[in-house]
C-alpha cells in the first residue's frame, strides 16, 4: 500500500486458471479434434512409422503425439493447454497460441499488469477569480437559480425571503414573501413565467412572475423539504426532503402523482432529465437511485458511496452526471447509472457542485473551499477558499449552492456569511502564466 503505483506480484494459479479458461473458449473445437485424432490413433493400435507418447518428451517434459510423417502433429499439455510441436522453437508464438509454461506465463502477465495505462493530459482551463460580493440576505443563503434569459437569478435563505437579482449589476430588484421557514430550494420554469420554492416549512410554492405572487402550494410533505426540480419537457414538479421520499407533482392541478420510496434516509438532492432516467435522487443513506418515472419505480440504485450524497449535477452536454459526497466526487453515466471515475481530494463535507459546458466541475464545501475539476480527466486544477465577509466568524465560510450561469462564464455561490460571491475565469490568464502542474501518473487502481 505504500507504493500504489506498482500493482502487487501476481499469482500463477490464477493465471494458469484463467489461461484454461481462455483456451476452453476460444480454441475448444480444436482441441476437440486433437482428442478424436488421439483416440482414433490408439484405437487403430501402432503403426511401423507411428511414435509413442512417450519416445519424444518436450523439453518442458510434455508428452506430445506425432504424426506418422515426421511432421509438426498436434497434441494436448499435461495441463489441459494445447501445444504444438515443431522443431522450430519459437512455433507456438509464431502459430499465436499462448506458451503453456506456467513459469513463463505468469511473468509475462505481471509484465503485463505493470505497465499501466497513463492518465491523460488535462484541458487547461483559465483560473476563476472573486468578481462580485452580494450583500442582502439576512440568514444564511441556500438556493440559487437562474431564468431562461440570464438576465436575473432567484436566491433562497434563512431569512425566509425570495429575492430576485439583476446578474449584470448584481442589484435587488424584487424580494418575494410568503415562507415561514428557510428557504432550501428554487428553481425556475423555462416554459412558464413560475416560480418554485420549497423550505424547511414542509411547503412547496409555485409563484406567478407576472403577479409576483403565490398561486399554487403542492401539500404533501411530511418533513422539510430540501431541494425541487422541474421537468424540462412536461409540467411535471419532483421535490424531496426529510421525509426520505421524492414527490412526483402534476403542476397545473397539482396532484401527487408518484410518490418515489425507497431512500432510507433525507433525500437532499433530486435532477431531473427529459431522457430516462428522468429522476434521480442522492440521499443522506450514501446511496443515489434512479427512477422510472413513468412506473413510480426505483430503477437501479448506485451504492458506492460511503457517506451521505448531498449534491448532483448533470453534465449540459453529456449524458453523465456527477455526484458529491464527502468521501468523493464521482461521476457516472445516465442510462444505467454505470461508474466513470472518481474526483478525489475534496476532504470536506460536500454540499453542491456544479459543471459547465466547457468541462469544469467546481464543488463548494462547509469549510468554505472550492475545487475545480476537469470533467475528463479529473484534474484538480485550482483550490480557492472563500472569504468571509467582514464582521463574520471564520465559521460562517460555508457554501450551500453553487450554479453556473447559462453562458457557463460566471459562477455563483450561496454561502453562510448571507453574501452571494460571483466568480469570473480570469482574462489575463493563458498557458504560460499560469501552467497546467500535470504529472503523467500511472493510474491508481479504480476504487469504487
Not at 488421439?38 to 506425432?66: S, V
Amino acid at each position: 500500500m505504500s507504493d500504489q503505483n506498482q500493482l502487487p506480484p501476481l499469482s500463477p494459479e490464477p493465471s494458469l486458471l484463467r489461461q484454461k479458461v481462455k483456451l476452453k473458449d476460444q480454441y475448444g473445437p480444436v482441441i476437440q479434434i486433437v482428442e478424436k485424432k488421439k483416440r482414433e490413433i490408439a484405437a487403430a493400435g501402432p503403426g511401423p512409422h507411428t511414435l509413442t507418447r512417450h519416445d519424444h518428451p518436450d523439453k518442458h517434459g510434455t508428452d506430445l503425439g506425432m504424426s506418422a510423417s515426421g511432421d509438426a502433429g498436434t497434441g494436448l499439455a499435461s495441463n489441459g493447454a494445447l501445444s504444438l510441436y515443431s522443431g522450430n522453437k519459437g512455433t507456438k508464438q509464431l502459430l499465436g497460441f499462448p506458451d503453456t509454461h506456467p513459469k513463463t506465463t505468469s511473468t509475462s502477465l505481471m509484465l503485463q499488469a505493470k505497465r499501466a495505462s497513463s492518465m491523460p493530459k488535462p484541458k487547461w482551463h483559465p483560473p476563476w477569480k472573486l468578481h462580485r460580493v452580494i450583500s442582502g440576505h439576512l440568514g444564511w443563503v441556500k438556493a440559487v437559480a437562474f431564468e431562461p434569459g440570464n438576465e436575473w437569478f432567484a436566491t433562497g435563505g434563512g431569512d425566509r425571503l425570495i429575492k430576485i437579482w439583476d446578474l449584470a449589476s448584481g442589484t435587488l430588484k424584487l424580494s418575494l414573501t410568503g415562507h415561514v421557514g428557510s428557504v432550501t430550494g428554487v428553481t425556475v420554469s423555462g416554459r412558464h413565467p413560475y416560480l418554485f420554492s420549497c423550505g424547511d416549512d414542509r411547503q412547496v410554492k409555485c409563484w406567478d412572475l407576472e403577479c409576483n405572487k403565490v398561486i399554487r402550494h403542492y401539500h404533501g410533505h411530511l418533513s422539510a423539504v430540501y431541494g425541487v426540480s422541474l421537468h424540462p419537457t412536461i409540467d411535471v414538479l419532483v421535490t424531496v426532503g426529510r421525509d426520505s421520499v421524492a414527490r412526483v407533482w402534476d403542476m397545473r392541478t397539482k396532484a401527487n402523482i408518484h410518490t418515489l420510496s425507497g431512500h432510507t434516509n433525507t433525500v437532499a438532492a433530486v435532477l431531473t432529465s427529459a431522457a430516462d432516467p428522468q429522476v434521480i435522487t442522492g440521499s443522506h443513506d450514501s446511496t443515489i437511485r434512479l427512477w422510472d418515472l413513468a412506473a413510480g419505480k426505483s430503477m437501479a440504485t448506485l451504492t458506492n458511496h460511503k457517506k451521505s450524497v448531498r449534491g448532483l449535477a448533470m453534465h449540459p452536454k453529456l449524458n453523465m452526471f456527477a455526484s458529491a459526497s464527502a468521501d468523493n466526487i464521482k461521476e457516472w453515466h445516465c442510462s444505467k447509472g454505470e461508474f466513470i471515475q472518481n474526483l478525489s481530494g475534496h476532504n470536506a463535507i460536500l454540499n453542491a457542485i456544479a459543471v459547465n459546458e466547457d468541462g469544469v466541475l467546481v464543488s463548494g464545501a462547509d469549510n468554505g473551499s472550492l475545487h475545480f475539476w476537469d470533467w475528463r480527466t479529473g484534474y484538480n486544477f485550482q483550490r480557492m477558499q472563500t472569504l468571509v465577509q467582514p464582521g463574520s466568524m471564520d465559521s460562517e465560510a460555508g457554501i450551500f449552492a453553487l450554479a453556473f450561469d447559462l453562458s457557463g462564464t460566471r459562477l455563483l455561490t450561496c454561502e453562510a456569511d448571507k453574501t452571494i460571491k460571483i466568480y469570473k475565469e480570469d482574462e489575463e490568464a493563458s498557458e504560460e502564466t499560469h501552467p497546467i502542474d500535470w504529472k503523467p501518473d500511472i493510474l491508481k487502481r479504480r476504487r469504487f
